[in-house]
Structure formats: C-alpha cells, structure tokens
C-alpha cells in the first residue's frame, strides 16, 4: 500500500482522479493500492521567541533579542490568535495515523512542486512517522489525470530533492530570523509596529527612492536641433541627439545654422522582407505584467486566477521564473498542438533553440495550456481573460503561419556633422499578430533614393526634462526580477528578429539575485500593501505615508535592508540548492548580519517622520470608562479591555498613520485637526478628521 500526501484537499482530489476509483473516508480516499490524503497547505509553524527563551514576560521585550535558536522548532499552526487550530489538529491526528499503517510501505511526498511544497509535506511526514519507510516524490507539472498517471508511474526517490528542501528550510529559518527580530526590535524602538523582513523592505524601499525622485524633481529647459521640412511631397522629420542646456541656446543656433549651411543627403536607403517573431512564453511574472497592465489585474488577483485555473487542469504550474519549456516536454507539446489544431487554429511543432532551451529552466517549464481544453461556459469572465492570454500567445509561438513585413532604414547624413537614421515597418503578413496581442503600428518612411537631397531647416526647439515614471506592475516585476541590470531598449526589436538577449536576467535568477521569487513575491507585495506601505491604483504603485515612515525609521535605526543584503542572502540560498553551502552556514549569514543591528542600535534612534509614541505609553483617558488609553502594538486602546470595554483607535487608518498627537487631541478635545492621507478601499485619497461620537472614533467631513 502506498500513501499520498498531497499539499491541499484541491490536489489530493486532482491525484485521486488520475487514480481511478477510490473511496472516500474521514480525511482521506483509499483502494486497494493507494491511500490519498492531505494536508492544508503550512500545517506546520516556526514557534514563536518565547518557547526558546526561559522569560515569563508576556509582550514584546528586548530582552531576549536577538534570538538566534540552537535548533529550529515547529508546532502546528495555530489561529490569529493563538489558539489551537481544531481542524489542523484533526486532519494531522489523520494524517500520524496513515503514515504509521502497518499495510502501508510507501509514502509520497505531494507537495507542490517547488520548495515550499517539498517541505510542507516532509514536515508532516517526520513529525508523525514513527519508523522509517520509503520515501518516494510526485512531482506535477499539472494537475491532469493523465500527467498524474504519468508521473505515479515515474517516480523518483525523496532523497533526489534533498537540496530542495534543504533551500526550503534555509530560507523558512533565514525569513523567520529576519521577520521576528528586527520587526520586533524596530516596533519597540519606534513604538510602531513596522514589519521588516529581508524581502519585504527592499520592496518598499524601491518605490519610495522612485517616489522620492519625483517629489523632489524640478524641471529643466534645454535645447535640441530640429527639421521637419518636406522634401519631394514628403515630410523629412530630423530629431539631433545633441542637447544644449536652458542657457547654451546661442551655440544651438550656432550649429543649427553649421547644419543648414552644409545640407543634407540620402547616404543609404534599403528595404528588405523580414520574419518577426512572437514573444516569448509566459512566466508568471511576464504574464502578470500584461495582466495587470491590460486589465489592472492587480498581482494577487491575477495570482488567485491562474492558481485556480492549474488545479482545475487547464494550465501547467503558474509559479514559474523561466519562459522556456524543457527538451523532454517536446512529445508533450506535440500531444496539445494536436488538440489546438483540431480546434482550428494554424499551429505546427517547432523544434527551436528560442523555445526549448533546458539551459534558462531552474524548476519548471513556461506556463502552457494543457491538453484538457475549458469550454466555452466553464470559465468566469476572468478566468476567460488570463486563459486566453496564455492560450493565445502559446498559438503564436507555434503559429504556422509566418509574420512578413517590409522593413526599411534611410540613413541621412548632414555633411560630416552627424547621421540621421530613419526606420519604418509595415506589416504584409499578419502571421500570429492575428492570434496575440501585437501593438506596433505600420510606420511609412518617405521614398527617397541614395544620393538625393533632403531639405533641412534646423532650428533649437525648446524641451523640458521629466521626472521618472512610478512603478508599474510590470516595472516593479522586472526590477525585482533583476535589480542590478539596466532597461535594454533592444530587447524587443531583438525578439522580434528572433534573437534573444536574456542571458543576464536568467543568470541572475539562478544566481540568487532576483529580491523575493516567483512563489513568493505576490505575497510579499500584497503584505506591503495591507501593511500601509504602498498602494497600488489601475497598475500603478506609490508610497504611501506609512511606507515612507517604516523606510526614514530603518534608517535612524541603521538597519540597512536593500537589495545588495538581500541579493547577498538570496545568492546563499541558490548555494544550498546546489550543494555548495550547508543549511546552517546560511543561516549564519544571517545571524550575522542581524547582529550587526543590534550592535549598531545602541544609541537612541534618531527622530522619525510620525511620532506615534512608544508602547504603553499613556495617550489619556478612555471616554467610555475613565480608565488610561495606552499605545498598543497596533491600536491605542483602553486598559480596561479585560472588564470588557473595547474602545480603541487604530495606529493605521485607512492606510494612514495616526500620530499621538491627533489621538491625545481627540480625548481630550473630542476631535482631531483635520487629516490628509486616507485611501479608501477603492485607492481613492481623502481628508478628515476623527471625532468621538457615543464612545467611538469616527470619520468627519465638515
């Protein structure tokens, strides 16, 4: 007998239909060869600072900072408020039960496949395991029934992923020793609660140096050589790459009249057919780069969709870094162009370098459909729109029908004092731009022939400097994907030419210098978003107030956590998957790194931005029950909570930090000053003031 364990109820149903028939039981189905069960996703939790420490001190102290654990302890998880969770407990009891069957031989690790699946189910199975069995893995690249059949029939041992897992833990110890510590350390500093951690502050930190670059801003004039005269009915439009500053106009006319006085000539003109390529397939932040710029798809939305649309069968894994797909998977995207062209769309199997390429895979292969095709009325409005998307541009990729135009360059040359180069596309052959999204528009250039004359008449046409853009969703994912490189402006012609340049950004991820994963990032930002810190409107993300008080607050606490510490940590992690550095070395690194902190932390820190005071720091007096109001972690609240009185304001409101200030105010005066800085759960921003009304704190707008 062989036992399954599955991540989640979701897959062990998935698993059990590729089985065949089995009967369902309290927590688990069976037949003759297999049991299937589950687990919740985390059934299992790090244990919190006080179990390694001998305080009977209840809350937050600095006391036992910083923690630095001989050994690693997990319990089962608990509520959100620290109670036992009867539902984990009782699918666990389940679960110890199974594994320790007497007719069962074989037990199987279903995890997702990728680190956290791995070692969510192997913490299951050493803490219940009472002696040892083998150990076996089920890795899906889907959830079909037929590639459940296929990969039962293939398994490999569990020992074959121990670098996987051993990545896992790291980096579970390594976030857990990040997380407590230093948002501990930083909330009893700063009397606010600010949640640090080694991904989530380098997130926040990017978009407020980007919004801090446009606050601070100012504009400047400056000159550039212009010509936009007709030539044979045409218009010849000249743009100089050489600037003058707002005060060097003199020299631009100066060499604006150099440039007239010599003319201009047609030094080469040629047009030619050429094939233009398709995109790439989908990672899962490519695609959720289009998704949210085409249907401000917000990450976690999008997330949430193709998640739901792999456990039903109808995409491959979504959390995946590369936008290749493997050597091995050739047969298997033979099998779903089969389907697709039944359906009738022109695709054919294309044995291609751009698009098998085992070299830029680390896990798992680009988002595919699978052979299971949805109907027309499976899918909610949604869902239809992300399937599309990775069904369409999966069309394209294999289209077989190419994409033709013709392609021309002009080049100008004004004397001996600089060369204009002039290109236009005009599409003869829609190929896959017929079945995908492709926005470039045919650009004409004006005949002209080597040799002839163009008419010029340059002069300096005044410009005036920019401020950077906010980061977008798109933006933001590429930067996180590869902080140290900077925007290429040939990558896309480059694609369209069936050429690629990705080398670095692959290097990079598999280096570990991507902040955050696949896997994890959509959490972490959606983290900073519920946290205060940022918000995201239509696909555009900004700093808000809170985010721009957790960032001046690490640094007068001198705790620098950028992308270079990140990357530092994130290269170790990929050192453990493969093999080159121990668990705990990793962990060291950490260590070391956090104590640093701590050893730098000894003087005061310097003043924050929004004093919100220090914890248990008395506000005034409860209008309810005459007792103190004190800060709190979260909420400035009455000490009579436990005789039952509940009034409290919130330390945030509506994304917006509360100042101590403004809470002493409003008990003593019944209403604060007028506020700016609200955002509202549509991201819209507002003013107002609290006021106390029948012993709560309310929103005013007079």
């Keep these: 007998m062989k036992l399954i364990i599955a991540e989640k109820p ?39 600072v006080e179990s390694y420490t ?14 630095f654990p001989e050994e690693f302890k997990f319990e089962l998880r608990r509520t959100d408020d620290k109670k036992p969770d009867r539902g984990v407990e009782k699918q666990f009891k389940i679960l110890r039960t199974l594994i320790n069957r007497s007719d069962d031989d074989t037990v199987i690790n279903a995890g997702d496949a990728d680190r956290e699946g791995e070692i969510i189910v192997r913490l299951c199975m050493s803490h219940a395991s009472e002696k040892k069995k083998t150990e076996k893995r089920l890795w899906l690249p889907d959830q079909t029934p037929e590639t459940v059949r296929n990969a039962l ?4 041992d569990e020992r074959e992923y121990d670098n996987l897992a051993s990545e896992g833990f790291a980096r579970t110890y390594i976030d857990w020793l990040y997380g407590v510590n230093l948002t501990r350390y930083a909330t009893i500093r700063t009397g606010k609660l600010l949640r640090v951690g080694r991904v989530i502050v380098p997130i926040v930190r990017a978009i407020y140096e980007r919004d801090m670059e446009i606050k601070n801003f100012k504009p400047e ?14 218009r010849v439009e000249l743009i100089s790459k050489r600037k003058f500053k707002n005060d060097e106009k003199e020299g631009a006319e100066a ?5 007239n006085a010599v003319g201009a000539v047609v030094a080469a003109a040629e047009s030619k057919r050429a094939v233009i390529y398709p995109g790439k397939l989908y990672s899962l932040s490519t695609l959720q780069n289009l998704l949210g710029k085409k249907y401000k798809m917000s990450m976690s939305e999008s997330l949430t969709i193709i998640q739901k649309l792999y456990e039903d069968g109808y995409l491959t894994y979504p959390r995946t870094n590369s936008e290749y797909l493997a050597t091995a998977e050739k047969d298997k995207m033979r099998a779903i162009l089969s389907n697709v062209s039944k359906l009738g769309y022109p695709v054919k199997f294309k044995d291609s370098k751009q698009i098998f390429d085992d070299s830029k895979i680390e896990s798992h292969s680009a988002l595919t459909p699978t052979y299971k095709i949805p109907k027309s009325d499976a899918l909610s409005e949604k869902e239809k729109q992300v399937y599309s998307t990775v069904f369409r541009r999966f069309v394209a990729v294999f289209c077989a029908e190419e994409c033709v135009a013709e392609k021309s360059e002009i080049k100008i040359k004004v004397g001996e004092l600089e060369e204009f180069t002039l290109k236009g596309t005009v599409i003869l052959e829609p190929g896959f731009t017929k079945y995908d999204d492709y926005t470039q528009k045919d650009k004409l250039l004006p005949k002209l022939s ?23 969703i798109e933006t933001l994912n590429n930067y996180l994907k590869n902080p140290f490189k900077d925007d290429k402006a040939k990558a896309k012609e480059l694609e369209e030419c069936g050429e690629v340049d990705d080398a670095d950004d692959y290097r990079a991820i598999f280096e570990g210098l991507e902040l955050g994963t696949e896997a994890t990032r959509t959490g972490i930002i959606d983290n900073a978003r519920k ?34 510490k990140t990357s530092e940590l994130g290269k170790a992690l990929k050192k453990v998957f493969r093999g080159e550095m121990t668990v705990e070395d990793s962990v060291k690194l950490a260590e070391r790194e956090i104590a640093e902190v701590f050893r730098r932390g000894g003087a005061s820190p310097a003043p924050v931005s929004i004093n919100t005071g220090a914890l248990g720091e008395i506000v005034g007096k409860c209008p309810i029950c005459g007792k103190n109001v004190i800060r709190g972690k979260q909420n400035y609240g009455c000490m009579g909570y436990s005789d039952g009185c509940k009034f409290r304001v919130g330390v945030s409101i509506c994304k917006k930090t509360i100042p101590i200030g403004e809470v002493r105010r409003l008990l003593a005066e019944g209403a604060t000053s007028k506020m700016r800085g609200f955002i509202s759960k549509k991201g819209k921003a507002f003013e107002g003031k609290l006021v106390l009304k029948d012993g709560e704190a309310i929103f005013s707008f007079d």
Excluded: Q
């Design 54 to 67: 001998s305080s009977d001190r209840t809350g937050w102290t600095l006391d036992n900072l910083p923690c």
């Design 450 to 472: 080597v040799g002839e004359a163009v008419n010029i008449n340059f002069a300096p046409t005044e410009k005036e400097t920019t401020p950077p853009k906010h980061y977008t």
């Design 153 to 156: 029939a293939d398994m490999k």
């Design 531 to 564: 946290s205060g810190y940022i918000n995201l409107k239509k696909d555009v993300y900004t700093l808000l107030e809170g985010g721009e008080h957790l960032i001046d607050s690490l640094r007068a606490l001198s705790i620098d956590m950028d992308k270079y």
């Design 255 to 259: 060499l604006a009249a150099s440039y």
């Design 10 to 48: 979701s897959l062990a149903r998935n698993i059990v239909a590729g089985i065949g028939k089995m009967d369902k039981k309290d927590g688990y189905y069976i037949n003759d060869e297999y049991i299937a069960s589950w687990a919740f996703g985390h059934l299992f939790s790090l244990v919190d």
């Design 221 to 234: 004039k400056y000159y550039v050589l212009h010509s936009n005269e007709l030539t044979g009915g045409e």
